[in-house]
């Protein structure tokens, strides 16, 4: 009726939907109940969060933000207000196939099992590249991120994945986390991880190397998805020139965010 009083008379609408004027004005007249009251509160509350994300976090991400930030809320409570406010998060583009197992690969057991949830920080890294498209070419990227809080430890970037790519990763982590021996590093077959100078370089470190099975996503889990993460809030939202400036853009979003 609102929406439709510069067209039509409040009497008539009344009429037609069977409610009476009065109780028409009184409604208006009324003010808003503690739950609108608290939606709106809500409201600015995810708002702020979507912002802080630059944009990008969806209802998983903002539900868990305000569940550690304390409020109480349901998730569905949350996903009504972000569709009523036009909030939605980003979404992950189709990728290329990054890894290429080597013929001659020595095999390594599978230390983790897909149990990410290590019980102190330093237990278990995981290491993993992808590539960033920019008009000039690829930018590769590669991180070590601690499993236990989910933290970039480690990352290099190149314009071609190469061993030394990850081994630059790997020598950032431990050297930012100087680590005891003994911490499981896991990551996928590529031919980066399986090369002699890379199995040698975990060793002078004391730490020890795992891989999951031969093309499964899943026994490296908890990489795939930062990585899922990073195509989703920047990768995908951004078309750059030179692969200086996505160097600058996926620097600022690891060392911003992570």
Same mark, same amino acid.
């Given at each position: 009726?609102?929406? &439709?009083?510069?067209?039509?008379?409040?009497? $008539?609408?009344?009429?037609?939907?069977?409610?009476?004027?009065?109780?028409?004005?009184? !409604?208006?007249?009324?003010?808003?109940?503690?739950?609108?009251? #608290?939606?709106?509160?809500?409201?600015?509350?995810? #708002?702020?969060?979507?912002?802080?994300?630059? !944009?990008?976090? =969806?209802?998983?991400?903002?539900?868990?933000?305000?569940? &550690?930030?304390?409020?109480?809320?349901?998730?569905?409570? @949350?996903?009504?207000?972000?569709?009523?406010?036009?909030?939605?998060?980003?979404?992950?583009?189709?990728?290329?196939? +990054? $890894?290429?197992?080597?013929?001659?690969?020595?095999?390594?057991?599978?230390?983790?099992?897909?149990?990410?949830?290590?019980?102190?920080?330093?237990?278990?890294?995981?290491?993993?590249? $992808?590539?960033?498209?920019?008009?000039? =070419?690829?930018?590769?990227?590669? @991180?070590?991120?601690? #499993?236990?809080?989910?933290?970039? @430890?480690?990352?290099?970037?190149?314009?071609?994945?190469?061993?030394?790519?990850?081994?630059?990763?790997? &020598?950032?982590?431990?050297?930012?986390?100087?680590?005891?021996?003994?911490?499981?590093?896991?990551?996928?077959?590529?031919?980066?991880?399986?090369?002699?100078?890379? %199995?040698?370089?975990?060793?002078? #470190? =004391?730490?020890?190397?795992?891989? =999951?099975?031969?093309?499964?996503?899943?026994?490296?889990?908890?990489?795939?998805?930062?990585?899922? +993460?990073?195509?989703?809030?920047?990768?995908?939202?951004?078309?750059?020139? $030179?692969?200086?400036?996505?160097?600058?853009? @996926?620097?600022?979003?690891? &060392? %911003?965010?992570?």
């Amino acid at each position: 009726m609102e929406r &439709e009083k510069a067209d039509h008379a409040i009497a $008539t609408m009344c009429r037609v939907l069977g409610v009476s004027p009065s109780g028409y004005h009184a !409604w208006r007249h009324r003010p808003p109940s503690r739950r609108a009251r #608290a939606d709106a509160v809500l409201s600015e509350r995810i #708002a702020k969060i979507h912002q802080d994300s630059r !944009w990008t976090y =969806g209802v998983p991400r903002i539900y868990a933000e305000l569940r &550690e930030d304390g409020v109480r809320c349901s998730r569905k409570r @949350v996903a009504r207000l972000m569709r009523e406010a036009g909030i939605e998060g980003c979404h992950r583009r189709r990728t290329i196939r +990054t $890894t290429q197992r080597a013929a001659e690969a020595e095999a390594v057991p599978d230390l983790v099992e897909r149990n990410f949830h290590p019980e102190a920080p330093n237990r278990l890294w995981l290491s993993d590249f $992808t590539y960033v498209p920019t008009m000039a =070419g690829f930018l590769f990227v590669a @991180v070590v991120l601690d #499993a236990f809080s989910r933290r970039v @430890v480690g990352w290099a970037m190149a314009t071609r994945p190469t061993m030394q790519l990850v081994i630059e990763a790997l &020598e950032m982590a431990i050297w930012n986390r100087k680590a005891d021996p003994g911490v499981i590093n896991h990551s996928d077959h590529g031919s980066q991880y399986t090369a002699l100078a890379y %199995g040698q370089r975990l060793r002078e #470190a =004391g730490l020890v190397g795992s891989m =999951g099975s031969v093309g499964d996503a899943y026994d490296n889990a908890m990489a795939e998805a930062f990585f899922a +993460t990073l195509e989703c809030e920047l990768i995908d939202r951004h078309i750059w020139m $030179t692969r200086e400036e996505a160097r600058r853009a @996926v620097f600022d979003y690891i &060392e %911003g965010l992570f």
